[in-house]
């Protein structure tokens, strides 16, 4: 374990010679809005350490300088959350960098893959998951989670090898580049208590329930950012949605909503709320952004495309090996069945190329599915298909 800055400096000098370096975190953020880092493991070719952030008086000063090394490609595997740990302490966001889940993903080894399933794949070594959610915040820790925590770096150099191999072979690194850019970029890791309202899910009817949601989800954000507790320890997702949607004005308003605990009404989080929904209610609906509506509210001919859609966008991926989820989710596609000018992923870079220019050519009777010797396939027409209106 590397405890001091002497030391944690040392070995960032005898890494900073490495072509790639592979790292992981260790965190606890169970009780807490920002992740408390408890753990750091880095390897290189032949160097390999255990950083110990939470050692007195250490500073991890050289660690964040060998992350902003552009020389040194920085391998994760899952990054976002470890590199917003690191942004989060250090303003510093790790570059370059190489996920090897979404490489795995480009690879065609399915949705999301696991550090276990590609290391046992790839690296051919079945890994102990057993220490995997244990407290890493306590010290000392066991010899068995130190080797645990290793081998999240040293199997993953043979992991990131082998992706590279596949990579190159397939000619499908510049789709890799695309993904990482979103990684690198630090707008990535901004929590903007102003974008808040984003992540809660409930049905909105009228640009004074958004202006609620918005304010009311700001509000329980920046307390959960100043307080450092979980957003739900202010109040929960649901408890947010319902005020949105019921517009309380009053405390004895608020002490009606199912979703809120008895006495919060009269409480300073009681206070925060109604205050929140008075700034709601005031902002300018020009300033709010446009409604965006549900499956439900569909019209019944963009239902049918979308279904369309996303059995061509299966057809596609069963093809070229590829797991749907990393090409478009459901909201991109139903996206794109109401809207052919829908500002989403799919119609940018390799997604476009891959499937999104495919989507219209389909929604426009371009492009037909059919059956061939029992299989799916597509085909691109060369005139317009003749539309035929179901009565």
């Not at 596949?166 to 890791?189: F, Q, S």
């Not at 891959?354 to 010797?373: P, R, S, V």
Request: proline content about 5%; hydrophobic content about 40%.
């Amino acid at each position: 374990m590397i405890t001091t800055t002497e030391s944690l400096a040392r070995l960032c000098e005898g890494l900073k010679g490495e072509t790639f370096i592979t790292v992981d975190t260790e965190f606890m953020r169970e009780s807490t809005y920002w992740p408390d880092l408890c753990l750091i493991q880095i390897a290189g070719e032949t160097l390999t350490g255990l950083i110990d952030p939470m050692a007195p008086g250490i500073d991890l000063a050289p660690f964040f300088a060998l992350m902003n090394d552009p020389k040194v490609l920085k391998v994760f595997h899952a990054a976002r959350q470890d590199i917003e740990i690191m942004v989060h302490r250090s303003g510093v966001v790790p570059h370059p960098v190489f996920d090897t889940q979404i490489a795995a993903m480009v690879c065609g080894f399915g949705d999301q893959v696991g550090y276990e399933a590609i290391v046992r794949r790839l690296a051919k070594v079945q890994i102990d998951k057993s220490s995997r959610f244990t407290d890493w915040s306590r010290r000392p820790l066991t010899e068995k989670q130190l080797v645990y925590a290793l081998s999240d770096v040293t199997h993953l150099r043979t992991v990131y090898e082998k992706l590279k191999t596949e990579l190159d072979k397939t000619g499908r690194e510049p789709w890799l580049v695309e993904e990482m850019d979103i990684l690198a970029n630090p707008a990535t890791y901004r929590t903007e208590p102003e974008d808040a309202w984003k992540r809660i899910k409930v049905r909105i009817k009228s640009k004074k329930q958004l202006g609620v949601l918005v304010a009311v989800s700001a509000w329980r954000e920046s307390e959960a950012q100043e307080r450092n507790v979980p957003r739900s320890r202010i109040i929960k997702d649901d408890a947010v949605g319902e005020i949105a949607t019921q517009i309380p004005q009053s405390r004895e308003s608020l002490s009606e909503l199912r979703a809120l605990p008895r006495g919060l009404a009269t409480s300073r989080v009681g206070d925060g709320i109604l205050k929140a929904v008075a700034q709601g209610l005031a902002m300018d609906a020009k300033s709010l952004p446009p409604l965006e509506h549900g499956r439900d509210e569909m019209s019944d001919q963009a239902q049918a495309a979308a279904e369309i859609l996303k059995l061509a966008l299966k057809v596609v991926c069963e093809k070229e090996g590829l797991a749907p989820k990393l090409v478009a989710n459901a909201a991109d596609i139903e996206a794109i069945a109401e809207d052919d000018n829908a500002d989403i992923p799919l119609m940018h870079g390799w997604r476009k190329e891959l499937f999104g220019d495919l989507a219209l050519a389909l929604k426009h009777g371009e492009a037909l599915i059919g059956f061939k010797n029992g299989k799916t396939q597509i085909v691109r027409l060369e005139k317009p298909a003749l539309t035929v209106a179901a009565e």
